[in-house]
């Protein structure tokens, strides 16, 4: 990993840093994730799979 440590340990890191930031912060960093995602309908993970399944 790149910080030396297991893939465990470092999201415990990201969750524990998660859990300390206020409320309003996670609240203005999810909306500003939300709209990095363009609108309109999704797709499922298993159409993807079962696509690709098809395609050969």
Do not use: C, N, W, Y
Request: charged share 40%; proline share 5%.
């Amino acid at each position: 990993m790149e910080h030396g440590r297991s893939l465990e340990a470092e999201l415990r890191q990201v969750l524990t840093e998660a859990a300390r930031k206020p409320r309003t912060a996670l609240v203005r960093e999810l909306a500003e994730i939300r709209a990095l995602t363009p609108a309109g309908p999704r797709m499922l993970s298993e159409d993807f799979v079962r696509e690709g399944r098809d395609e050969r």
